[in-house]
């Protein structure tokens, strides 16, 4: 049991991989829709580039969306429409007109209501308002549009919606109505008793309405027609017109639709899942061939792989919502936020990985890939320098312009005209241009989540006025000033061999914090002409000068410093010795051991780290040369770097004898600068 937890502890890294590789296949399967994909590709217009096709099954021809419409307008049309009439309503209003007539003319006439012209004329007109029905709005039916009248749901009568009496137009009827009542005031009154008195006795019954509606359109068929087994559908060559296109259709809804069985579903979930264990594995096998670093980090990988599903569950959920809105989504992020952590070609090769998966899942996935990888292409292409803001806002409209290109040339291609051009995805791509600009926040909160720096917190890293350079200038101005200039010679090296100068030329500013804790102790710092190492032993001493390191590394801890910069305190001086005190020592002592005035490493591990090396030592050495020459500096740079490479420092960086090289020549270079050589003219 415990050789298993032993062997298990010893190879944790490797099982938390494959874990997280199984963890994330199975998720984005589970994204991924779960039928079978048809496997032609075709256009209207275009010739069938396949082989002949026969119906493989029967099926039914879809109808389009356009008849879909127009069927259930025409049934929209046609639907009846059911009104509830409150019989009670009328005998109210009846009772109410008598009495409300008997109060108004009592003066002004001899004879009893019942007997009298003008209550026969008003009740003449009660009639006739009633006789149809009083509607209590006005719903806007055309005049022909046939109407059930039902009391109690039970039917009573079928009319028009025309006959049916409007509640607005009651005044206007009544004037008309009372027009030949000589006397005005005698009209006005009665006029306005009609206002008062008529109320509506007939409103929509919306359920009946809704519900015979429901039952028209339900038999509405989607289909028209169908396709035996085994019939020819298309062959090859044909150009595939409007009858075929909407027959392929058919048979592509059907073949995608159909019910699977326990057997077929569990084929497609094999299937699904040996393609995107596929695409992750090819990115895992890329990291441990050409990324090792990366590969041994198991942050990184995940952060890798988190972004990747991030992606494309974003796709996921916008292609759930509606497809048309696809490109929406800011895949140019992903290409930027990798290459600002690790490097350009990681970036593309994750971005071309994350297409090819989403392919399985967005419509039109051809032209989906194309003008994504082409994006991707151009993201890294254009995007360099990731902390200058005006270089994203630029990147970003170049992004946004092929994307407006490419969709230009494959809607030509596809349709041969442009007339009938969908504008509106061109905005689409303006918006995934402005959502792409979240890069820079999403680079900060990743770099707090997953502990990782960029070139933006490295910007500000090299801030001379952060509170730590502050103090290191205060408290060892003259390891201040070293760091300064190591800075701007690792800085010039790294861009002459092509690595990353602004982690290089944080790593320089910063290498030297350990020197804090004693700083008189290290020459730069001496002022007064007291070396305090008169007073200790040659041991004692280099102690001192190797601590620098390790305090170097609990004061960055502290300040919070990203652990790539903290790489560069623990590996500027690699194993190597203190070699002024060892041979001080061995003067004296014939057995004395080398350990105790060696540096504990580790030794450098990057292009980045092993310049940092380079050019501390030939900074802090230039300062004993006397009377510098061409030649002597020339000689200088190579004797120490030599020495360097022959106590094997470089070993573990992945640079070359030729970039080393070239670093030598920038060095010899820039130290010439600095002690003002001229050329020595003859006498």
Request: proline content about 3%; charged content about 20%; glycine content about 4%.
């Amino acid at each position: 049991m415990n050789t298993l937890l032993n062997k298990w502890y010893k190879n944790h890294a490797l099982v938390y991989k494959i874990l997280l590789f199984l963890a994330t296949t199975l998720f984005i399967v589970y994204l991924f829709p779960k039928t079978g994909k048809f496997k032609y590709s075709f256009e209207k217009g275009k010739p069938w580039q396949s082989e002949n096709l026969y119906a493989p099954f029967n099926f039914a021809i879809e109808k389009s969306e356009e008849e879909i419409e127009k069927e259930q307008s025409q049934v929209e049309k046609n639907s009846p429409v059911y009104f509830e009439i409150n019989t009670a309503i009328e005998d109210e209003v009846l009772d109410d007109y008598i009495e409300r007539f008997n109060v108004m003319f009592k003066d002004s006439l001899n004879v009893g209501y019942q007997n009298s012209e003008l209550f026969n004329k008003g009740k003449t007109l009660l009639d006739r308002l009633y006789a149809s029905g009083i509607l209590d709005s006005d719903y806007g039916y055309s005049k022909e549009k046939p109407v059930t009248i039902t009391s109690d749901n039970e039917v009573v009568k079928e009319i028009r919606f025309g006959d049916l009496f409007p509640l607005n137009k009651i005044r206007e009827t009544a004037e008309k109505h009372f027009q030949s009542i000589g006397a005005t005031d005698k009209r006005n009154r009665m006029v306005s008793l009609f206002f008062d008195v008529v109320k509506p006795n007939v409103s929509l019954n919306e359920s009946l309405t809704d519900k015979a509606l429901e039952e028209k359109l339900s038999e509405i068929s989607l289909t028209r027609g169908s396709i035996e087994r085994e019939t020819l559908i298309i062959a090859k060559g044909q150009v595939v017109e409007e009858e075929q296109y909407k027959i392929l259709n058919s048979l592509k809804s059907e073949y995608e639709s159909q019910v699977w069985n326990t057997a077929n579903y569990n084929w497609v979930l094999a299937a699904y899942t040996m393609l995107v264990a596929l695409a992750l594995l090819m990115l895992l096998l890329f990291l441990r061939k050409y990324r090792m670093e990366v590969f041994l980090n198991n942050t990184k990988v995940t952060f890798i792989f988190f972004n990747i599903v991030l992606m494309i569950v974003l796709t996921t959920l916008v292609i759930n919502y509606d497809s048309q809105y696809v490109y929406v989504v800011p895949l140019c992020v992903l290409p930027l936020v990798l290459k600002a952590f690790f490097d350009a070609r990681l970036g593309l090769f994750a971005h071309v990985l994350t297409v090819l998966l989403l392919g399985f899942i967005v419509p039109n996935s051809y032209e989906y890939m194309f003008l994504q990888i082409i994006a991707g292409i151009v993201t890294i292409l254009t995007v360099s320098e990731l902390y200058k803001r005006a270089n994203l806002f630029i990147s970003v409209g170049q992004i946004t312009f092929i994307y407006i290109i490419a969709y230009f040339a494959f809607f030509v291609i596809q349709e041969g005209q442009i007339t009938s051009m969908k504008w509106d995805t061109y905005g689409l791509f303006v918006l995934c241009g402005l959502a792409t600009l979240f890069v820079q926040p999403l680079i900060y909160i990743y770099e707090k989540i997953f502990g990782l720096v960029s070139d933006v917190s490295l910007l500000e890293l090299s801030d001379t006025n952060t509170k730590l350079l502050k103090e290191l200038s205060n408290r060892a101005p003259g390891t201040f000033h070293h760091s300064l200039n190591v800075a701007n010679l690792a800085e010039a090296s790294a861009n002459e061999i092509g690595a990353n100068a602004m982690l290089v030329r944080v790593g320089a500013l910063y290498h030297d914090i350990g020197k804090m804790k004693n700083p008189t102790y290290f020459t730069e710092n001496q002022s007064t002409g007291i070396n305090p190492h008169e007073e200790l032993s040659s041991t004692e001493s280099a102690r001192v000068i190797i601590d620098h390191v390790l305090n170097g590394i609990e004061i960055a801890k502290k300040y919070n410093l990203p652990d790539r910069v903290i790489d560069f305190i623990r590996t500027h001086h690699g194993t190597s010795l203190v070699y002024y005190f060892y041979m001080k020592e061995k003067s004296a002592n014939e057995n004395v051991g080398i350990e105790d005035f060696m540096y504990p490493g580790p030794k450098p591990f990057s292009k980045e780290t092993a310049i940092l090396m380079m050019c501390d030592s030939v900074e802090a050495a230039s300062k004993s040369l006397k009377e510098p020459t061409s030649s002597k500096i020339n000689e200088f740079v190579e004797n120490i770097i030599d020495k360097q490479m022959e106590s094997g420092q470089f070993l573990n960086a992945n640079i070359t004898f030729k970039e080393i090289q070239s670093i030598k020549k920038v060095l010899k270079l820039k130290l010439a600068n600095i002690y003002h050589l001229r050329i020595e003219y003859p006498e």
